[in-house]
């Protein structure tokens, strides 16, 4: 186990903002950051990352946490092992003390596979820098083929010895089982039992995730027999699946970000062919035809993709295919056509970096014209072919979730294929119709649900003043009576945002916001479950003379209690300098008055309390037949109004001074 100190200094050094920018293309939203979610799909983004507190949350599907809680959801960790990959990215040392038998067989089930696929590549990048066969066959056909050395090295490229068990004997002489050599991929068990290397005599391209392990292989064979297939790869295991993979993108995700392009190819070598050429935003589909999954992995980096494929027949068809699935994602998309047949590996080492770059800058069309272009030429003059033609364009132009940006297109087509612009529109609607009514839904304007971070926030931003695009789903009135869970919600907020800060109101002098809260609740029962926790916990707390803070409940081991604190600590919203700047309203924070903040939440709890009481008491008085019990019940309705009462008459207030 890891010691505490370690852990402490781990969650002390982690940055929310380099954690999850590692994954997801971050851009600033007034106090905090916002992208897509890696957690589900969305094409708004609705996942914010506050920098101050230390979190994320997702107002789309509601996932939230800190730095550890991102690497345990999204990489599939345990928390030993998140934190260890965090302290490898700060470089800290981690220190541990001996665990139990059944822990240490629990946390390295997993991390076996890990280890032994690093095993593996570490064996294939020795075998092709040191060894006979490595070096004669392996290395020169990397030469051959023009890659320089920096690239190998980069992508830790390998041989596998043309021998029957070679890496297996290697694997088990130091020390790795067996179990694990087979699921992985890297040995196969035949049906007598016997063990053997499924790469041998094979380059090794090792594949990597989000972070930089190596989670499988891809190794091509340099023999000529066509009873051999030219590419193997991995199976699929509890750490490789290769729809969910993108190969190269754990040296590509940083120049995505910075260029905010992603150039989409084929194959291994045509990854590190554009990788020589300087150009190092660019994956491949890792040995599979390209998948949603793979689509949207790229759409957490930049909206932008241009296709770089093969300039043959089977290329193009496949770069439309491709197409048509990024567009229905969302996301923008440009293609590139290599001339004479090329492909980016092979036109790079024809022409060299230098021009391969400047072709790939001047050369990258628009879908549209480019899937005109294309389907044209084969068309030829017959109009029945050209009709296919204009129907398969609009389709994909139907794909485009952005009704702003299809109407664009739209009339770009309209000019390319000469056709009127109001029968493509006549079509694209068709179109769409079709769809909705295939899906069992008419079109509507898309709607993000998530659990508000406040109470009483407004029903939608005017005029776009407000930043961020989710519409909170508030209970409506009905749900609000029969329970008190926004303003118990409000109460916990509070104490977070505000109850290590000191007060001057009055007669109060020198107190903290979270003890005066506390003082005022002596008489107040929550029935929310984990409301009712966190404000027993807030009172032992203080009971104890600790004031506790906002981050010991967002870090939480109890996961209901650190899911409603993140969530309480967090807003969609974030206000806009276009109310002042465009608009010359001076929105007033809510800080400006803390005292009339906490006294109304407190108010509005208690109100909410009283009415409840008052309506019970009601009910007794009604089913009362006793005179006596009956009038005692009307005094005691009586005080409990007044008080109601005073309540209001409070909450009605503008100013409170």
């Known amino acids: 186990m890891i010691y505490q100190d370690t852990i402490n200094k781990i969650m002390d050094t982690a940055r929310i903002e380099e ?102 590549a ?35 490229l390998g041989y596998s010895p043309d021998q029957w068990d070679a890496l297996f004997l290697s694997a088990k002489a130091a020390g790795h089982k067996e179990e694990y050599l087979e699921r992985t991929g890297l040995s196969i068990r035949n049906d007598k039992g016997k063990v053997y290397d499924r790469f041998r005599g094979r380059v090794m391209f090792p594949i990597h995730n989000f972070t930089g392990r190596v989670i499988g292989f891809g190794g091509r064979t340099l023999k000529t027999d066509k009873n051999v297939p030219k590419y193997v790869n991995s199976p699929e295991s509890d750490i490789y699946h290769k729809s969910n993979v993108l190969y190269g993108l754990f040296q590509a995700k940083k120049a995505i970000r910075e260029v905010d392009n992603c150039y989409l190819v084929e194959g291994y070598a045509d990854v590190l062919s ?5 150009v190092e ?75 391969f770059k400047i072709y790939i800058e001047n050369n990258r069309k628009d879908f549209i014209l480019y899937k005109a272009d294309i389907l044209l030429k084969e068309a030829g003059t017959d109009p029945i072919k050209r009709a296919g033609i204009i129907r398969d364009i609009v389709e994909s132009i139907a ?15 309209s000019r390319i294929l000469e056709v009127e612009e109001r029968m493509l529109l006549t079509e694209l609607n068709k179109m769409k119709s079709a769809k909705y009514k295939k899906a069992g839904s008419a079109p509507s304007p898309q709607r993000q649900s998530f659990s508000p971070g406040f ?54 002098d020198n107190m903290y916001i979270g003890s005066f809260i506390m003082q005022n609740l002596s008489d107040v029962t929550f029935e929310d479950e984990t409301c009712k926790l966190i404000i027993q916990n807030y009172k032992d707390e203080i009971e104890n003379g600790h004031l506790p803070i906002a981050n010991q409940f967002i870090k939480s081991e109890n996961r209901t209690i650190a899911d409603l604190a993140i969530t309480l600590s967090t807003s969609p919203y974030s206000l806009s300098e276009n109310w002042y700047n465009k608009h010359q309203i001076y929105v007033r924070d809510e800080t400006v008055n803390l005292k009339a903040t906490i006294l109304g939440g407190l108010f509005h709890l208690k109100k909410r309390k009283v009415d409840r009481i008052l309506l019970g008491l009601l009910q007794e008085i009604k089913t009362e037949a006793d005179p006596a019990n009956q009038d005692i019940l009307m005094h005691r309705y009586a005080h409990i109004k007044n008080v109601e009462r005073e309540i209001s008459r409070f909450l009605g207030s503008v100013v409170l001074k």
């Open 455 to 508: 109470p009483g926030a407004p029903d939608g931003p005017p005029d776009n003043l407000f930043d961020d695009n989710p519409q909170p789903d508030f209970p409506d009135e009905e749900t609000r009576a029969d329970n008190d869970q926004l303003q118990e919600h409000e109460i916990v907020r509070l104490l977070l945002a505000f109850g290590h800060e000191l007060v001057s109101w009055d007669n109060i």
């Open 399 to 413: 794909k485009i979730p952005d009704d702003i940006k299809a109407s664009v297109f739209i009339r770009e087509c």
């Open 281 to 355: 935003n660019v994956v491949a589909s890792s040995g599979t035809s390209l998948t949603v999954e793979q689509i949207r992995m790229i759409g957490r980096f930049t909206q932008n993709v241009t296709i770089l494929y093969d300039g043959d027949a089977a290329g193009i068809k496949a770069s439309l295919r491709g197409l048509d699935m990024i567009l229905e994602e969302g996301l923008n998309v440009k293609v590139v056509n290599f001339p004479d047949g090329h492909d980016p590996d092979s036109y790079m080492h024809k022409v060299g970096a230098g021009a």
């Open 19 to 120: 954690v999850v920018g590692d994954f997801v293309s971050l851009k600033k939203r007034g106090t905090s950051l916002i992208g897509n979610c890696p957690f589900h799909n969305e094409k708004t983004p609705s996942f914010n990352v506050s920098v101050t507190k230390g979190i994320y949350k997702c107002f789309g599907c509601g996932k939230g946490g800190d730095s550890v809680r991102f690497i345990m959801e999204h990489e599939k960790y345990s928390y030993p092992e998140a934190l260890k990959y965090l302290a490898q990215k700060y470089n800290i040392e981690v220190e541990e003390k001996e665990e139990s038998p059944q822990d240490t067989e629990a946390n390295n089930a997993r991390e076996s596979l890990y280890v032994v696929s690093l095993y593996a």
């Open 122 to 156: 570490n064996y294939f990048s020795n075998e092709l820098w040191t060894g006979e066969q490595g070096r004669a066959i392996g290395l020169s056909y990397f030469k051959e083929r023009g890659f320089r050395e920096d690239i190998i090295k980069k992508f830790e």
């Open 274 to 278: 554009v990788h020589q050429a300087g």
